[in-house]
């Protein structure tokens, strides 16, 4: 912590590249990541599949020259299909069992290009 007795300083450094990978997983409880590498973990957001952190690696680049520094990072995140059951389907059922009317309109128009009326219950084209 002395200053230094000149009136100028000059630097030397060779030139450097460094690169760096860390596995990052088995540190993520200790950042309070716990509950996304769980098979209770919820990224519904991101795929209809249960998913789960299966690992991250962190990777970066130094690079040192005359013409400058170049340096770049970036984290990988891994994920596996986690074991939680899928969230249970909500099934609306719409059946037109009954007499029923259809009016086919034109796009946006009010004009009907079709109009049919079902006097009956329909019969299951399949049965």
């Keep these: 912590g002395?200053?230094?007795d000149a009136d100028r300083v000059t630097i030397a450094l060779p030139r450097l590249g460094l690169r760096t990978r860390v596995p990052v997983t088995e540190h993520l409880p200790a950042l309070g990541v716990r509950l996304a590498t769980s098979e209770d973990a919820d990224f519904s957001g991101l795929s209809p599949?249960?998913?789960a952190i299966s690992d991250v690696v962190q990777e970066a680049v130094l690079k040192i020259a005359e013409e400058g520094v170049e340096a770049a990072?970036?984290?990988v995140v891994a994920m596996a299909p986690a074991g939680a059951a899928p969230r249970p389907r909500r099934v609306h059922h719409?059946?037109?069992?009954?007499?029923f009317g259809v009016v086919v309109l034109a796009g946006t128009e009010d004009t009907p290009l079709f109009a049919a009326w079902q006097a009956a219950a329909p019969t299951d084209p399949n049965g």
């Design 2 to 4: 002395a200053p230094l």
């Design 49 to 51: 599949r249960a998913l």
């Design 73 to 75: 990072a970036v984290t």
């Design 94 to 99: 719409i059946a037109f069992d009954r007499p």
